[in-house]
C-alpha cells in the first residue's frame, strides 16, 4: 500500500502518531533500561540465528582478572587522592562495563537496572553509529561528502544546512544556530524536543513536526567550517543525508551493516518522532555485549570474527580525528577533536570514542587493543563532571592490560 | 532505588508517562507490523544464545508441497463455489502464514507488511497466551482457580470481579458491565481505551489510569458462572492476578516460561499503559515462527525438542474445553467454548484456537497433528467475517496432510 515508504512519505502514505519526553535524575536510574516502555521506538534487527561468540577467559582467570581491575589504582582529573577502579564505578553511577582486550573479554559488570540481556540508553553514542554509517558510505562511494546538502536534499530549502557540505555535517562544523543549554529554558533544544515529540502537538502549536522539519528551518550562526560545535542537529542532518542516499531508514542501515554482519546477540532499537524518523542523534539502546562488538569492530579497522564488514579506511579516517585547532568546549579532553561523529583524544594511545550524556563511551585504545563499553545513568548530563574519574581510569586499565 | 517494583508500585515508585492508540484499515495494513513504531512496549525477551531449530523439508519437496497445498479447494461457509487455498490468503488479506505437520514447516508464506524477520500484532491471541500462564500457575499448584479475586486482589475493592472465582475470569463466564460494541460511541471499551492510553489523558479527565484503575470500577452485569461473555476486561484481571501472585509481570513471565525456554528465534513485545502494565487482552507482537513454536507446544502438550515446558495436564485442560451449553453469540463457531482464554470448537479433530480480530489465528489440530499460524490485516475486525473462508480451508489443510 507504500504506507511510510520514502524519506519521507508522502503526506497521502504518512501516519502520524503522538508521543513524549523525558530525562531527570533519580528517575533516570531506571529509565535508561526501559526507553521502549515510554516512548515508540523501531527495531535494529540482529537477523535469526546465532549471535556471534564472545571470547572469555575460563571462569577461575576471569574472576582473577576482575580482582586485579577491581583493585587499580588512580588519580582522577583534578583531584590528589587516588581511587580504585571498582570505587570509580559506583563514583560514575555504572550500569554496565566490558572490556575486551585482544578480543577477549576480560571484564564484565552490571549494575542498577542492567543485566545482559537488557538494553540501555546508548544516548549520544547514537551520533557515533550515525557517522559511521555515513563515512562507510563514503569510503564506499555512495556519498560524496563534498556534495553539498542541498544537492542531496533540494528541500532543505533556504535552511543554514542547505550550503554546508556533507563532510562539515559530519565533523559538526556547521555555522547553525542551535543552543543547547538545558538550564536555558528558550534553548533551541527545547524547541527541538517538541517538534520531535510523538506526542499530540500542544493545542495552538504552530511549530515544525518531526526532526527533518525541524532541519528546514535552522538559522545560520557563523560560517560553515570555521569551528566545531558540538549540535546535535547535524547528527539529524547527517540521517536524513544517510536515509536520502540509502532509501533506507537509520534503522535498518544500522540493522543491515553492522548488527547483523557482526552476529549481535539483541536487537537494539531507536526512538523515533512522529513521523517514524529515528532520532540519529540520540535515540538508540542496545546491550552492553553488542556495543563491544562494535568497539571490537572499530578497534580491528572494520572486521568481526574473520569477516570484514566495510573498508578499513573508515576506521583509519576516524583515527585520524578531526582538525585539533577548530575544537574547543571540552576542558577534559584538551587535545581532542571530533570527527565523522566520533571524539579523537590525540593521546598518547590514539584513542577514540564514542561518548554519550550522563556517562555512556564505547572507548578505543588501539595501543592497549583495548576496548571498553560503560553505560552509566550519572546524575549530571555532560560528560565533564564525569571525565575526571572516568578517563584517567580507563587509562590505568589500559596500562595494566599492556603489562599483563 | 525501586522504581517500579510491585504490582502496582507504590505511588512514590511510579514513573509515568502518555501515549496513544489507533487501528484502521487500510492504514491497519501497515500497523500491524509497526505496532512499537506508535505505542511503549515492553520487551519479551528469548534470552540470548542460538534459537531453536524448526525442522523443514529438502527445498524440493517444500516446494513441491506449497503446490499442492495452494491448489487445494474447499467450500467456504454459506456458499456454494468452492475456492483454491492459495486464494483464501487474498481474500482473507493475509499477511503471514505458518503450517507444521509433525512438528515439521511444512508451509509458510508471507505478504503485505511481514517478512521472516517481522513481528506482527497478535491482538486476541495474546489473550491465550495469559490463559496459558495462568493455566500453568494453576497446574503448578502455584494459582487457585477455586479463590476470589478478592481474595487474591484485595484492593479490587467494590468492583463485579470482587466476587468472581479465578476460574471464571479465566473462561470468561463473570458476569460483568462491559460493552464492546466498536460502533457505539458510549460502549465501555472507549473508556477502557482512554484509561489504558500512555498519552497525557485529556483535559478535565476525571477516570480511572490504567487497565487495572479500571478494573477497580468495573460495575456487575447478570451471574457470575451463568454464561461466557467474551470481554476483554477478564484478561487483564487475569493479568494481574498473574502478576499478583508472581510478583512479575505478564511479560516477564511469558519469557521465562515460554520465549525463552521454546528457542524463540525472536523477542517479542507487549504494549504497555501509562503505569507500564502490559496489555494481556491484547498487547502482543510476535513473529510467526515463534506463535509456531508455541502451537507445537500446544499440540504435544507442554513440550517442545523434547523438553517439558510445563505439565500436560495444562494443555489436557485447554482441549477438553469450556461448558459449551454456556457458549453462544458465534455463529461461525457453533458447537464452541471458551476456556482459559482458549477457543475450543469440539470438532471431530478435536481443534482449538487462540484467535485475534483480523485474522489472527493459532490453529491446533490434535488429530491431523497440525499447527497452523495465520497473521493477518483483514479490514473488518470480527473473525465471523473471515471463517468462512478459513475455518473450512484449515480443515481441507488438515485433511490433506492426514493423507499424504
Known amino acids: 500500500m507504500g504506507w511510510m515508504q520514502g524519506f519521507p512519505p508522502p503526506a497521502d502514505k504518512l501516519i ?17 533500561c526501559h526507553l521502549r516502555e515510554f516512548l515508540p521506538t523501531e527495531e535494529i534487527s540482529r537477523g535469526l540465528g546465532a549471535p556471534s561468540t564472545l571470547r572469555y577467559p575460563s571462569a577461575p582467570r576471569f574472576a582473577d582478572l576482575r580482582q586485579e581491575i577491581d583493585a587499580l589504582s588512580f588519580t582522577p582529573l583534578n583531584a590528589e587522592a587516588p581511587m580504585t577502579w571498582e570505587q570509580s564505578l559506583y563514583a560514575n553511577y555504572t550500569d554496565g562495563i566490558l572490556i ?19 538494553k540501555h540508553a546508548a544516548m549520544s553514542m547514537t551520533k557515533s553509529v550515525t557517522g559511521l554509517l555515513g563515512e562507510i558510505l563514503v ?52 524547541l527541538y524536543s517538541a517538534a520531535a515529540s510523538p506526542l499530540p502537538k500542544p493545542e495552538g502549536y504552530t511549530g515544525p513536526n518531526g526532526y ?27 540521517g536524513w543525508i544517510i ?32 513521523k517514524g524518523v529515528p532520532f540519529a542523534g540520540g535515540g538508540i539502546s542496545a546491550s552492553l555485549r ?20 566495510f573498508p578499513a579506511e573508515v576506521v583509519e579516517h576516524i583515527r585520524k580525528g578531526g582538525d585539533p585547532s577548530k575544537f574547543s568546549g571540552f576542558p577534559t579532553i584538551p587535545n ?16 577514540f570514542a564514542a561518548r554519550g550524556v550522563h556517562g555512556q563511551t564505547i572507548y578505543v585504545d588501539p595501543t ?37
Chains 1, 2 share one sequence.
Open 243 to 274: 536515509s536520502r542516499v540509502t532509501n533506507k531508514s537509520v534503522t535498518e542501515l544500522a540493522s543491515e551493516r553492522l548488527w547483523r554482519p557482526m552476529g549481535a546477540e539483541q536487537d537494539a532499537y531507536q526512538t523515533v518522532d512522529a
Open 100 to 118: 575486551l582486550h585482544e578480543g577477549e573479554v576480560v571484564y564484565e559488570r552490571y549494575f542498577g537496572c542492567l543485566d545482559e540481556t537488557g
Open 16 to 32: 502520524t502518531q503522538p508521543d513524549s519526553n523525558f530525562f531527570s535524575f533519580p528517575k533516570l536510574r531506571w529509565s535508561v
Open 368 to 404: 592497549a587493543k583495548m576496548v571498553l563499553v560503560r553505560f552509566a545513568s550519572y546524575p549530571q548530563a555532560q560528560n565533564g563532571f564525569i571525565d575526571p574519574t572516568s578517563l584517567p581510569a580507563y587509562q590505568a586499565v589500559a596500562e595494566y592490560l599492556m603489562s599483563r
Open 336 to 351: 581532542g577533536s571530533y570527527t565523522s561523529q566520533w571524539w579523537v583524544f590525540h593521546n598518547d594511545h590514539g584513542a
Open 139 to 190: 569510503a564506499e562511494g555512495k556519498l560524496d561528502d563534498t556534495l553539498l546538502v542541498r544537492d542531496i536534499i533540494p528541500e532543505i530549502g533556504e535552511s543554514a544546512f542547505a550550503t554546508a557540505t556533507v563532510r562539515q555535517v559530519m565533523d559538526m562544523t556547521t555555522g547553525v544556530k542551535y543552543s543547547e543549554d538545558y538550564s536555558d529554558p528558550n534553548a533551541d533544544i527545547w
Open 212 to 238: 527533518w522539519e525541524y532541519l528546514q528551518q535552522v538559522k545560520p550562526d557563523g560560517e560553515h567550517g570555521a569551528a566545531f560545535h558540538y549540535k546535535t542537529i547535524n547528527s539529524d542532518m547527517l
Open 290 to 309: 553488542d556495543l563491544g562488538r562494535l568497539g571490537q569492530i572499530m578497534l580491528d579497522e572494520g572486521a568481526f570474527g574473520g569477516k570484514r564488514l
